[in-house]
């Protein structure tokens, strides 16, 4: 079709040079003036067809170029097939490979970052990395990169190298409640690399899981200049790094940032909640770290363990003012986020008992 464009375009510059020849023969002046026109026409007909030939060959060369592209496409603009899918799930451990095939098969085009962060990982590491990918929500499993999931992987498994406690924590506590990258419904952040050198040497120093928590729950939060203001922050369900930008956080926003610096060095911590208070005087976020059993603290307020200003309030919980702690991996309930309402893909378990008997 191009080719009879550009001839078409060339016949007619070619019969307009013909008209210029024909258009008048009586004298030997006008002959002489219709031969110089004559001359000037073949001339910019010649240049005309120049010009013409190079688009040709530039369009023809485009052309193939793209039919090319259209004949042997990437295989990754289409989701993973079932039986990569199943190729893929053979590397993680039996336990995870049902849930890993299911996780993938809802992935989408995405599936192929997925398995790349599966295959980037040590053999050693690869529960870690079925266990995140059986476990995360669906809008994680159509976005997270594979070198997002391999970082953090391979970040959390060097910490607990790193510290004097970290061969006695449990293989379900340090896959629940160290490696998950995220706790909440919060932006994902890639804060593991950033947190672990900030803080892994206070970490290291201390003697024990308490002693680096109770460390940590000053530095944190003076070392990055982040306070509690409830009207100034800009969000209530804020990311690590939206924290530090701002300043300013809730105590949910900053419950996340101390969970996430304490996951970073190797301390199990997960996020705890009340979405109103038996007294109806509004709800709180706090946080529970684990040294053998799980222990809460408000985060960036400087006081022992089980003793914080909410412990009456949070012992008069019930049935009907339940209290949930978060949980990556999956369960039968989701927690109660009372800035979001309606979501329901963070799992939870209700702790409500444990702070009931606080009272007694």
């Given at each position: 079709?191009?080719?009879?464009?550009?001839?078409?375009?060339?016949?007619?510059?070619?019969?307009?040079?013909?008209?210029?020849?024909?258009?008048?023969?009586v004298?030997?002046?006008?002959?002489?003036?219709?031969?110089?026109?004559?001359?000037?026409?073949?001339?910019?007909?010649?240049?005309?067809?120049?010009i013409?030939?190079?688009?040709?060959?530039?369009?023809?060369?485009?052309?193939?170029?793209?039919?090319?592209?259209?004949h042997?496409?990437?295989?990754?603009?289409?989701?993973?097939?079932?039986?990569?899918?199943?190729?893929?799930?053979?590397?993680?451990?039996?336990?995870?490979?049902?849930d890993?095939?299911?996780?993938?098969?809802?992935?989408?085009?995405?599936?192929?970052?997925?398995?790349?962060?599966?295959?980037?990982?040590?053999?050693?590491?690869?529960?870690?990395?079925a266990?995140?990918?059986?476990?995360?929500?669906?809008?994680?499993?159509?976005?997270?990169?594979?070198?997002?999931?391999?970082?953090?992987?391979?970040?959390?498994?060097?910490?607990?190298?790193?510290?004097?406690?970290?061969?006695?924590?449990?293989?379900?506590?340090?896959?629940n409640?160290?490696?998950?990258?995220?706790?909440?419904?919060?932006?994902r952040?890639?804060?593991?690399?950033?947190?672990?050198?900030?803080?892994?040497?206070?970490?290291?120093?201390?003697?024990?899981?308490?002693?680096?928590?109770?460390?940590?729950?000053?530095?944190?939060?003076?070392?990055?200049?982040?306070?509690y203001?409830?009207?100034?922050?800009?969000?209530?369900?804020?990311?690590?790094?939206?924290?530090?930008?701002a300043?300013y956080?809730?105590?949910?926003?900053?419950?996340?940032?101390?969970?996430?610096?304490?996951?970073?060095?190797?301390?199990?911590?997960?996020?705890?909640?009340?979405?109103?208070?038996?007294?109806?005087?509004?709800?709180?976020?706090?946080?529970?770290?684990?040294d053998?059993?799980?222990?809460?603290?408000?985060?960036?307020?400087?006081?022992?363990?089980?003793?914080?200003?909410?412990?009456?309030?949070?012992?008069?919980?019930?049935?009907?003012?339940?209290?949930?702690?978060?949980?990556?991996?999956?369960t039968?309930?989701?927690?109660?986020?009372?800035?979001?309402p309606?979501l329901?893909?963070?799992?939870?378990?209700d702790?409500?008992?444990?702070?009931?008997?606080?009272?007694?």
């Open positions: 079709m191009l080719l009879r464009i550009l001839m078409l375009y060339g016949s007619e510059g070619i019969g307009h040079g013909g008209m210029v020849i024909m258009s008048g023969s004298g030997i002046g006008e002959a002489h003036i219709n031969y110089k026109a004559y001359l000037s026409a073949r001339v910019s007909i010649r240049k005309g067809h120049l013409l030939g190079g688009l040709f060959f530039i369009f023809l060369f485009l052309d193939v170029f793209a039919g090319a592209d259209q042997i496409p990437d295989k990754r603009t289409f989701r993973p097939s079932l039986t990569e899918i199943k190729n893929i799930s053979r590397l993680v451990p039996v336990e995870y490979q049902n890993v095939i299911s996780a993938l098969r809802k992935s989408g085009r995405n599936g192929w970052e997925l398995m790349d962060a599966i295959k980037d990982v040590t053999l050693q590491q690869r529960e870690g990395a266990f995140l990918i059986a476990n995360m929500p669906g809008r994680d499993l159509v976005a997270l990169r594979a070198s997002f999931l391999s970082e953090n992987t391979r970040l959390a498994y060097q910490a607990m190298d790193e510290i004097p406690w970290g061969h006695d924590i449990p293989k379900d506590i340090f896959l409640d160290i490696l998950p990258y995220a706790t909440l419904n919060e932006r952040d890639m804060w593991r690399d950033d947190f672990h050198q900030r803080f892994i040497k206070i970490a290291r120093e201390s003697k024990t899981i308490d002693e680096a928590v109770k460390a940590l729950n000053i530095y944190v939060f003076s070392t990055l200049q982040v306070s203001n409830a009207t100034k922050r800009p969000k209530p369900d804020q990311s690590p790094y939206d924290s530090t930008q300043h956080a809730s105590c949910t926003g900053l419950s996340i940032l101390l969970t996430d610096a304490l996951r970073s060095v190797g301390i199990p911590a997960r996020i705890a909640a009340i979405a109103m208070w038996p007294d109806e005087s509004g709800n709180h976020t706090w946080v529970e770290i684990w053998g059993q799980w222990h809460y603290i408000g985060a960036s307020e400087p006081t022992p363990f089980d003793h914080t200003w909410f412990t009456i309030k949070a012992s008069q919980a019930n049935e009907h003012y339940p209290i949930y702690a978060s949980s990556f991996k999956k039968n309930q989701s927690f109660p986020m009372r800035w979001a309606d329901k893909f963070v799992p939870a378990v702790v409500t008992q444990k702070y009931a008997r606080l009272q007694k």
